[in-house]
């Protein structure tokens, strides 16, 4: 996922507040089977669906930008587990120029549905916050098509 756009009033929060929040994710995605990192030194985040891991960066957060990361994350590998959109979430590293092509065409559409899927998991576990929807920020769809293929090499 992209870095996000805006950082809110409440930069990360105290340690005690911190750890106790770090906790209760962890707990929560231990509950649909996933392992989860947190990252210190970014804010940005990333699943890998096919082995049900989640890297969530925390730098400069305030709860509901990690909360919301975190959910859009467990989105991806929820919609992995549903065979949806199995083109973008295979994993995949090296890409023809024509696969680049659908994925490209089809991510898009893969981080809304991840946004909409985190959006529910995350009102159900964690009611009384508010989920951030990255991908309806024109800075951050700029950002996604500049730089989405990038860290995948395309053959010829």
């Known amino acids: 996922s992209p870095p996000l756009a805006k950082k809110g009033p409440d930069f990360f929060m105290k340690k005690e507040k911190n750890q106790k929040l770090l906790k209760s994710i962890l707990k929560t995605l231990k509950g649909f ?3 989860c990192k947190f990252d210190n030194k970014t804010d940005e985040s990333f699943a890998l669906p096919h ?4 890297e969530v960066g925390i730098k400069g957060l305030n709860e509901s930008q990690i909360l919301s990361s975190a959910f859009h994350e467990l989105g991806h590998v929820v919609l992995f587990r549903k065979k949806k959109f199995l083109t973008v979430h295979d994993g ?3 890409l023809t120029k024509k ?3 659908v994925i490209l065409k089809t991510a ?11 959006k529910d998991l995350m009102r159900e576990h964690f009611p009384d916050i508010k989920y951030i929807a990255n991908y309806e920020d024109p800075e951050i769809l700029n950002w996604f098509r500049e730089n989405y293929l990038l860290d995948r090499k395309s053959v010829v």
């Open 51 to 54: 082995k049900g891991k989640i």
């Open 92 to 94: 995949s590293k090296v």
């Open 99 to 101: 696969r680049a092509r």
């Open 108 to 118: 898009l559409k893969a981080e809304h549905e991840a946004d909409r899927t985190g």
């Open 33 to 35: 089977h996933i392992r």
